[in-house]
């Protein structure tokens, strides 16, 4: 008998069967089947029948029928090692989506081994549980993680602790049903702005903060040589004005006696919409992926801050109004977000077009707002062909963006930046791209898919980092015959009045310890020795700036920064040095126009142009000063430069990879800001451009909650390529 025992165990753990059928061939000798519990076999039926196999029943299996008393025998007996289920005697109980229970271990063990289906129905889950590490054990901290899902941390057990979408025939009408319910016309039904800081800390907190606020925006200005000989006049003479904006510790030293969530307070705060697309092609793993990602960014915005989503398929639909994220706040947006479905086509004008509706019409704003804009695909309601041109003629992308959030030189019109983010190698490249451009943010090309959760760590970490608002940076020509011939500011709004005495850039926002650098070309007269002064000074450019504190709501004026050369009668050797930083700059500049140009050989299908242009910017840069002083930033501009000529190979590989490649670097270096491309989150890669403390930061938390999932990834070993001032020093003129 013991041994029957045995088989017959064997037999469930195994889930060969949960219950005996009764079928249209023994309906005379199943009576005593039906009266056997949920979960058990006849110990002698199945000795004595080496050939039985029990069959799992379906609903549409005909003739089948369940015992009557099977409901409450699997509710009392675990179906896997037959021991007896009660709360409370020292066992965890796990109650499947089908409503069967089972002993936590045994079924985790059980679909350790890949069994993703209940042992006693067949039915397939969605949700198994998962016995996770043993410190996890330890605190009594369990994991049910969905099918073909990474293992996540604490954040992501609330977020797949939510209940998801049943999946049914009628799947496609509840996604349906989402998308055509009816919404307010007017999306003024914003959450109130955090009050709780005045009211908690009044006027010593004003007070303490600008005691604390020791650090403005750092100037500084390069001219090319530190002398020009005073008979000679000079046509062209560079000028460089560096930027740095302050720390986000500036602040920080009120932060001992302050709670954490006082902390909160001592940042901008920020209004952010994210614009997702659940488009058909989004489903299965992206779609996973995307919610782990949207779960990271909910739980590290803070009370202060306010999240809106917006889902687009073939239309859109605001998943829930523009909200604080407190406590209650995330898991109400958790849930949201873990209610996404995929269905439909991709219409992402609209889901601009309601993103931005929402920032449009809310009834307070936080100091700080942006937009999120994720899709897969290409634009099949708006653009003709996508990204393939019509009769020779380019695709109008400005027709996705809606007219509110473009540019403008309006004075005082606010600018709301789309941050892009094309998902995988079916994406529009192009339309992403001029959408970002447009709007003042930046695009990024998440290759690999399960690299979207950096890029959006990154993203975040500069947003909730701006220390500078509306930042105006202007120069005026101080000497008679001094005059400005151009400015190089990349994206930045940029002019020169009429005399070409004065000059402006538009540098917009700055996130903690940012840095800009603008080349200003100028030209200049031979030097009389009337205006000459003491030891032959000559003051070429005064450059000075004024910007918004976004925490004090005040502006900052600082004031002008003189730029002075000498123009002796003679010079010696030492001042023919040119000045390495500004040659740096100009490498950088170079290097930008010959992606630029390369991109437009291959859109042109000139592959082999295209590789060459790229080819001789390498060579031009590996013979520079600064690169043979193995110079960090030529050595990451020499492997971007490098990279793309490798996703130009062919037209295979430039239309799966290479044109977003491109275009996310030339969004990074337009603006002078960090995208995600290729690895570029990796810290591994040798492509760091301009990632602020604050993006490594978040960065760390990204890598940090992957390592602490199961997942593999390196910490940083150094830190971040920036092209900026790692270095100082003179470079011989050559």
């Known amino acids: ?62 003739g089948l029928r369940l015992s009557k008393s099977s409901g409450k025998s699997s509710k009392r007996f675990c179906a896997i090692c037959l021991g007896t289920m009660r709360p409370g005697h020292g066992h965890a109980l796990f109650t499947a989506e089908c409503s069967h229970i089972f002993h936590f271990h045994c079924i985790a063990s059980n679909v350790k081994h890949g069994n993703q289906v209940c042992p006693i129905c067949r039915s397939k889950w969605k949700e198994i549980p998962f016995q996770g590490p043993a410190a996890d054990v330890v605190h009594g901290r369990s994991r049910i993680n969905p099918l073909d899902c990474p293992q996540e941390e604490g954040w992501m057990r609330i977020l797949h602790g939510m209940p998801l979408p049943r999946a049914s025939p009628d799947s496609a009408q509840q996604h349906n049903h989402v998308f055509h319910a009816s919404e307010p016309n007017t999306f003024n039904d914003d959450e109130p702005l955090d009050s709780s800081l005045s009211e908690l800390l009044g006027r010593d907190y004003t007070e303490s903060t600008t005691e604390g606020l020791t650090k403005t925006v750092e100037i500084k200005t390069y001219p090319e040589f530190p002398a020009v000989i005073a008979s000679e006049s000079c046509d062209s003479f560079t000028v460089l004005i560096h930027l740095k904006a302050p720390s986000a510790t500036s602040r920080q030293g009120q932060r001992n006696h302050r709670s954490v969530f006082q902390s909160h307070h001592e940042r901008a705060p920020v209004d952010l919409v994210t614009v997702l697309d659940v488009s058909g092609s989004m489903a299965g793993t992206k779609l996973a992926l995307l919610k782990r990602a949207m779960g990271f960014v909910i739980q590290n915005l803070g009370p202060s801050d306010r999240l809106s989503v917006v889902a687009f398929s073939s239309t859109a639909r605001r998943l829930f109004h523009l909200r604080r994220m407190t406590d209650s706040g995330r898991q109400l947006a958790l849930q949201a977000v873990n209610s996404l479905t995929s269905s439909g086509g991709t219409n992402i004008a609209e889901g601009l077009r309601k993103g931005s509706k929402i920032l449009e019409d809310r009834r307070e704003k936080n100091p700080v707002c942006s937009i999120i804009l994720l899709s897969d695909g290409q634009d099949t309601y708006n653009i003709a062909g996508g990204s393939q041109s019509r009769q020779g003629q380019a695709a109008d992308y400005q027709s996705l963006l809606p007219v509110s959030i473009r540019r403008s030189s309006q004075q005082g019109q606010a600018q709301v930046p789309v941050h892009t983010f094309g998902f995988g190698a079916d994406h529009d490249a192009a339309s992403m791209h001029s959408i970002s451009e447009s709007s003042g943010g930046t695009f990024s090309f998440i290759e690999a898919e399960n690299v979207i959760q950096d ?17 105006q940076v202007w120069f005026e020509c101080t ?38 650098d603008f080349l200003v070309d100028i030209q200049m007269p031979a030097c009389c020795t009337t205006i000459s002064t003491m030891q032959n000074e000559f003051a070429v450019l005064a450059v000075g700036c004024v910007y918004k504190d976004p925490v004090l709501q005040e502006h900052v004026n600082l004031d002008a920064n003189k730029v002075v050369i000498q123009r002796p009668r003679t010079i010696s050797p030492q001042q023919k040095i040119a000045c390495l930083e500004v040659d740096r700059q100009k490498i950088r500049l170079k290097a930008a126009d010959a992606m630029a140009e390369a991109r437009g050989l291959a859109e042109q299908g ?30 990451a501009l020499d492997a971007e430069l490098k990279e793309m000529q490798e996703r130009m190979a062919s037209r295979q590989v430039y239309e799966a990879s290479g044109r977003a490649y491109v275009l996310s670097g030339l969004s990074s270096h337009s603006w002078q800001r960090a995208t995600a491309r290729g690895d570029s989150t990796d810290s591994g890669s040798s492509v760091h451009g301009y990632q602020t403390p604050s993006m490594v930061d978040m960065l760390m938390r990204s890598h940090t909650s992957f390592i602490s999932s199961g997942g593999q990834r390196s910490r940083p070993s150094r830190p971040p390529i920036k092209p900026s001032r790692s270095c100082r020093g003179t470079l011989q003129a050559r």
Not at 31 to 57: K, N, Q, Y
Not at 608 to 631: I, T
Request: aromatic share 4%; glycine share 8%; hydrophobic share 35%.
């Open 455 to 471: 890029a959006f760590a990154q993203c975040i970490g500069g947003l909730l980092s701006v220390v500078v608002q509306e930042l």
């Open 479 to 516: 000497t008679p015959g001094v005059i400005i011939n151009s400015v190089r500011s990349g994206s930045y709004a940029s002019g020169v009045s009429e005399d070409r005495k004065k000059g402006n850039v538009d540098a917009g926002d700055l996130y903690a310890e940012e840095e800009r």
């Open 606 to 635: 000139n592959l082999a142009g295209a590789v060459c242009v790229l080819g001789n910017q390498r060579k031009a840069l590996s013979e520079s000063m600064a690169a043979q002083g193995e110079d960090r930033l030529c050595m």
């Open 1 to 62: 008998m013991g041994s029957r025992w045995q088989k017959a165990k064997m037999a469930l753990s195994s889930h060969l069967c949960a219950y005996v059928p009764r079928t249209l061939d023994d309906t005379s000798s199943s009576s005593a089947a039906e009266s056997v519990p949920a979960g058990r076999i006849s110990g002698s039926r199945l000795a004595m029948e080496p050939d039985f196999r029990p069959s799992t029943p379906t609903p549409s299996s005909s």
